[in-house]
Nanobody
Framework: QVQLVESGGGLVQAGGSLRLSCAAAGRTFSSSAMGWFRQAPGKEREFVAAIRWSAGSTYYADSVKGRFTISRDNAKTTVYLQMNTLKPEDTAVYYC????????????????????WGQGTQVTVSS
């Protein structure tokens, strides 16, 4: 079992920054990768970024590349999402998720591939 708790969401003006945190507990050593997803009202949950636990390799959606940075701490118990130059279209509930097994070494972007989820944190960007 892996427990995930997000924090750091809030209200920010366009152009501002926020940093989200995802504290992982439980069998975190068994997680192969961690991802951040977001879901806006009336839309499907979409991939934002992911990081491999071991190698630290990172992956981003095109919509956030160059603005968002995913990272993890040395103890590999917390994953961060630094969000800069925020836009109103970044408004959503942000979720972190853990995937236990990577098939062929591939870090998935599909939400259905992830095994554990946090409760989500709201990010609202005003124009």
């Amino acid at each position: 079992q892996v427990q995930l708790v997000e924090s750091g969401g809030g209200l920010v003006q366009a152009g501002g920054s926020l940093r989200l945190s995802c504290a992982a507990a439980g069998r975190t050593f068994s997680s192969s990768a961690m991802g951040w997803f977001r879901q806006a009202p009336g839309k499907e949950r979409e991939f934002v970024a992911a990081i491999r636990w071991s190698a630290g390799s990172t992956y981003y959606a095109d919509s956030v590349k160059g603005r968002f940075t995913i990272s993890r701490d040395n103890a590999k118990t917390t994953v961060y999402l630094q969000m800069n130059t925020l836009k109103p279209e970044d408004t959503a509930v942000y979720y972190c998720a853990a995937v236990l097994t990577l098939y062929s070494g591939y870090v998935p972007a599909a939400a259905s591939a992830y095994d554990y989820w946090g409760q989500g944190t709201q990010v609202t960007v005003s124009s």
